[in-house]
């Protein structure tokens, strides 16, 4: 029976649900959200912070500042009340309003940027508010998730790990680009553990991460208008860029066989979906997981919101084929990955679903 002190001690990292009935391949979803913060975020979130008070540069009376689009705020909200932090937190509108208020309950200062900067959007907007912030008040500590080595060591230590003691034999890995701090430090993991894993970053349509045009994007998480400092694309195989619709229409998919995923998850699957079809189109043999970063109860009121989706993306959103690839640019620079799939003996994970393949 676990018993814990502060709520940054629980998190369930053996959780993965076979999502092959739905898409017709031998996919896992690790999923990420089953911990007090929701998210993925709360291990980057606790290892920046435990990071800066061992170098000294948080100390106790100080504020913690940062920008995040929700998941991480969360995060550190969590984390900044159990060790007697203030946090302020940066945020722009596309932060759910269940987001907002969580943090706000947890003690957080919830600022909202609402004019994009000219050139970097809103988050460089952010950005330039929690520069400021940092010049105003001393007793401010600007973790930097974008360029925090703790944001990637945090996954290094633990998610990808615990995915190689699941699937020892596993072929490709999806993780989506935010930040980035998931996505290398996995990437960091298995080109140092078992560089023959591919390894896919899942992008939004509008994001900047991998040479592709800004343009606006409605739904947090996945993807920067600003690249991450963290990012080395040099330790990926292949990049997948998935547009919002095709988001939505995932995560109603999952919705439909009983699972309540975050905006990130089904970028995620759908980037992972689209990447199988055209890459492993048989999938005999192949062992897949993607890394499901969020639940989905933030985004009641956009992405399993009718009327939302309808204005945003149109109504025939609603109704389409989940899988079927919308257009979308292709990353510059990246080729398809050689690595081949081998045969899979997994280990015991935890796992929920059918087991038999099919499709929609």
């Not at 990246?334 to 393949?357: C, I, L």
């Amino acid at each position: 029976m676990p018993v814990i002190t502060t709520p940054q001690e629980f998190d369930v990292d053996d959780l993965f649900v076979d999502v092959r009935r739905l898409t017709g391949y031998p996919l896992y979803l690790k999923c990420e959200g089953f911990n007090f913060a929701g998210s993925v975020k709360l291990r980057a979130a606790n290892e920046m912070v435990e990071s800066a008070e061992r170098a000294g540069a948080l100390r106790p009376g100080m504020t913690i500042v940062e920008s995040s689009s929700g998941n991480l705020g969360v995060a550190l909200s969590l984390v900044a009340v159990s060790r007697g932090y203030r946090f302020v937190c940066i945020t722009d509108s596309r932060c759910t309003q269940a987001s907002r208020r969580l943090m706000q309950r947890l003690g957080a200062d919830v600022r909202v940027v609402s004019r994009p900067h000219p050139e970097r959007g809103l988050l460089g907007a952010r950005l330039d508010l929690v520069r400021r912030l940092c010049e105003e008040h001393d007793d401010y500590h600007w973790l930097n998730q974008y360029a925090n080595t703790g944001n990637w060591t945090a996954h290094y230590q633990s998610t990808a790990p615990q995915i190689a003691k699941a699937f020892p034999d596993l072929d490709v890995l999806f993780v989506g680009a935010g930040t980035t701090g998931t996505l290398m430090g996995c990437a960091r993991f298995f080109r140092e553990h078992n560089p023959a894993v591919t390894i896919v970053a899942v992008d939004a349509a509008g994001s900047v991460n991998f040479g592709g045009e800004p343009a606006p994007r409605l739904i947090p998480g996945v993807g920067t208008s600003v690249r991450p400092a963290l990012l080395d694309a040099s330790l990926l195989d292949d990049v997948v860029i998935v547009p919002e619709k095709d988001t939505v229409r995932a995560c109603r998919a999952l919705l439909r066989e009983g699972f309540l995923l975050g905006g990130s998850t089904g970028t995620v699957l759908s980037g992972a979906v689209r990447w199988l079809r055209e890459n492993r189109p048989g999938a005999g043999g192949l062992t897949a997981v993607a890394i499901a970063p969020d639940l989905g109860e933030r985004y009641l009121d956009t992405v399993y919101d009718d009327a939302w989706v309808g204005e945003a993306f149109g109504p025939e959103t609603l109704t389409e084929d989940p899988f079927a690839p919308s257009p979308a640019p292709r990353a510059p620079g990246h080729r398809p990955p050689h690595a081949q799939p081998t045969p899979h003996h997994p280990a015991d994970p935890v796992r929920v679903g059918p087991t038999s393949p099919g499709s929609l």
